[in-house]
Antibody
Framework: QVQLVESGGGVVQPGRSLRLSCAAS????????MHWVRQAPGKGLEWVSV????????YYADSVKGRFTISRDNSKNMLHLQMNSLRAEDTAVYYC??????????????WGQGTLVTVSS | EIVLTQSPGTLSLSPGERATLSCRAS???????LAWYQQKPGQAPRLLIY???TRATGIPDRFSGSGSGTDFTLTISRLEPEDFAVYYC????????FGQGTKLEIK
């Protein structure tokens, strides 16, 4: 069965960096676009970033553009999110999610359990 | 950016009743690119419906989706105790945006 397991969350000071990871199993990782979605405490869902199946294309929400970088290692079935210049408003649970089908235009058919990032001094 | 507005914000119903949740888009959207998710407290979202009306794998047939253009609906025909949760619509045709959610609570 599909499994997505995030790691790397924690408490970090404003302006610092953090790297999230997502370990994927149970499907052909190299065939799927992958996403990061976040949810601030008590709030709704916000899409953060997507990476194509082969890593050649990436897109970001305006709120994180220029600060976050998504990447993947298909040899290790791993997805990453490098988060720099963190702000208090980046505090959220970060989910990795698998895109349905091979391209970008699909719903998110499997989600990890999430990892909490808290940006606070 | 396509903005999705869900209504009502909170819906109070009893088990066995019918639930109707609405999602309105700020501009016309192909029904191909509209999904619904269910999220329970402390859990990740779960895909229920995609393409506006196609149930995801393992989703009971009491869940159905409909709509086109700017107006979409999620219907739960007979509420089970496990259906009380927060529901989000999402569009994935022009970048990705979610509605703000509808909380379905037990009356």
């Amino acid at each position: 069965q599909v499994q997505l397991v995030e790691s790397g969350g924690g408490v970090v000071q404003p302006g610092r960096s953090l790297r999230l990871s997502c370990a994927a199993s149970g499907f052909t990782f190299s065939n799927s676009a992958m996403h990061w979605v976040r949810q601030a405490p008590g709030k709704g869902l916000e899409w953060v970033s997507v990476i194509s199946y082969d890593g050649s294309n990436t897109y970001y929400a305006d709120s994180v553009k220029g600060r976050f970088t998504i990447s993947r290692d298909n040899s290790k079935n791993m997805l990453h999110l490098q988060m720099n210049s963190l702000r208090a408003e980046d505090t959220a649970v970060y989910y990795c999610a698998k895109g349905y089908g091979g391209g970008y235009r699909g719903p998110f058919d499997h989600w990890g359990q999430g990892t909490l990032v808290t940006v606070s001094s | 950016e396509i903005v999705l507005t869900q209504s009502p914000g909170t819906l109070s119903l009893s088990p066995g009743e019918r639930a109707t949740l609405s999602c309105r888009a700020s501009q016309s959207l192909s029904s191909t690119y509209l999904a619904w998710y269910q999220q329970k407290p402390g859990q990740a979202p779960r895909l229920l419906i995609y393409g506006a009306s196609t149930r995801a794998t393992g989703i009971p047939d009491r869940f159905s989706g409909s709509g086109s253009g700017t107006d979409f609906t999620l219907t739960i025909s007979r509420l089970e105790p496990e259906d009380f949760a927060v529901y989000y619509c999402q569009q994935y045709g022009s970048a990705y945006t979610f509605g703000q959610g509808t909380k379905l609570e037990i009356k």
